[in-house]
Structures are given as C-alpha cells and as structure tokens.
C-alpha cells in the first residue's frame, strides 16, 4: 500500500452535474498530483500542487479545478460534466515538487456520467 | 512539443522468455524516466525508474537502459512469469520546476504459462 488514499471508489452520476473527488497524499509528501486515465487517452496529466499551491498545469479543462488544502488533502472539482468525462482519476503524491521525485499513485476514483 | 511513443502496444510471451519494451521521448531537456507496472482495476506502481545520469539500472529481474542521444529509453524483464501480466507505462518527466509526468499508451503484456 502506498498510502496515498483517494474517495470515494466509484461515483455514478448524470450529465451537467457536479462532483468532488479527494485525496491524500502520503505521510509526509508535500505535492500532489492528478490525472485522468480513460481507454483512449491513456494517463494524462491535470495538475500538480506543491504545499498548498498551484505548481503546473496539464491539459485541464476549464470545467475542472483542483486545491490543496492546509492539511495537504487535495480536491479535484469536476463541473458541468460530459459523457467524455468518464475515466479514472488517479492521485499521486512525492516529497517535493521536484522533476525527479518518485510519485506514489493511489488506487483511483472510477467516474461515471450516464 | 512534449511526446512519449511507447512499443508494442500489445506483447504476448512464453513463460521464461524475456519481454522488451521501448519508449521514445522527445524532449532533450528530460531527466527523469519511471517505468509503472498496472494491473487491471488497479493503481499504477512503480517498477523502476532511471535520472540521465546512468546508463542502466538493474532490480532482479527488471532492468532500465536509457540512450540519451537517441532520447530512448527500454524496459527488460527477464524470466517472465504470469504474474508479470500487466500494463506497463513508461514516463518521462519535463526538467523543469514541477513533477509533470509525460506517459507513454501503454504496453499490455500478456506472460503464457
């Protein structure tokens, strides 16, 4: 178990709507990182925060926004949600922001937008 | 551009045979390049990663070889079991200030028994 724990397991919900999906890193790790896994696109990077703030960016929708919070949890907020939506969304977290830092990937929210 | 080709998409050996795959990065400025075994419904884990600074790395079975020059890099498994069936991604990171992670489509590796 890496330890970085991510809820809930599964969401099921309908077009248009909003959702929430947590996570947490590691003991220890300062940064975290999200990414959407659907079957065409394979892992794809969304956006990486760094001790509560904004580090880099990927290919993110505008519809989709992200924080850290004090304790370190992060959120990723998905709005508006579209068919295409439906993937699963992965969190990771390391020590540091650094380029070579070894990310730790927790076991994934599985979205569905019926 | 930032890119990762990773080949085959798909690769079946025989138990005890040895299994490559190949990723090509297109940005001379990465130095990072981690290897993430993920089996199915699972959350991706790292096998083994490899800084620009060696050549290869080697855990038990599974090995790294990177070539800067050609911004290539392969994964080796050697004495392939069915337990080793899984997808594997390579990644490459962007040398910069951040952890982006660039990963390649995936390789499905099927080990027969």
């Known amino acids: 178990d890496s330890g970085v724990t991510q809820t809930p397991k599964h969401l099921i919900t309908a077009t248009g709507q909003r959702v929430t999906l947590r996570c947490s890193p590691r003991?220890?790790?300062?940064?975290v990182y999200w990414y959407q896994q659907s079957l065409d696109q394979g892992l794809q990077f969304l956006i990486q925060?760094?001790?509560?703030?904004?580090?880099a960016k990927g290919n993110i929708l505008e519809r989709f926004s992200a924080q850290q919070f004090p304790d370190l949890h992060s959120e990723l907020n998905l709005s508006s949600l579209e068919l295409g939506d439906s993937a699963l969304y992965f969190c990771?977290?390391?020590?540091?922001?650094?380029?070579?830092?070894?990310?730790?990937f927790g076991p994934g929210t599985r979205l569905t937008v019926l | 551009g930032e890119n990762v080709e990773q080949h085959p998409s798909t690769l079946s050996v025989q138990e005890g045979d040895s299994a490559v795959i190949k990723c090509t990065y297109s940005?001379?400025?990465?130095?990072?390049f981690p290897w993430y075994k993920q089996e199915l419904g699972k959350r991706p884990q790292l096998i083994i990663d490899?800084?620009?600074?060696?050549g290869e790395k080697k855990d038990q079975r599974i090995a790294v070889t990177l070539n800067k020059t050609a911004k290539h890099f392969s994964l080796h498994i050697t004495e392939t079991q069915p337990e080793d069936s899984a997808v594997y991604f390579c990644?490459?990171?962007?040398?910069?200030?951040?952890?982006?992670?660039?990963f390649g489509q995936g390789t499905t590796l099927q080990v027969k028994p």
């Open positions: 990771a977290s390391s020590a540091h922001p650094s380029p070579t830092d070894t990310q730790y």
């Open positions: 003991s220890g790790d300062l940064s």
């Open positions: 925060y760094y001790n509560g703030e904004e580090r």
């Open positions: 940005d001379s400025a990465s130095n990072y």
């Open positions: 490899i800084r620009s600074n060696v």
């Open positions: 990644a490459a990171n962007r040398n910069s200030n951040t952890g982006k992670l660039i």
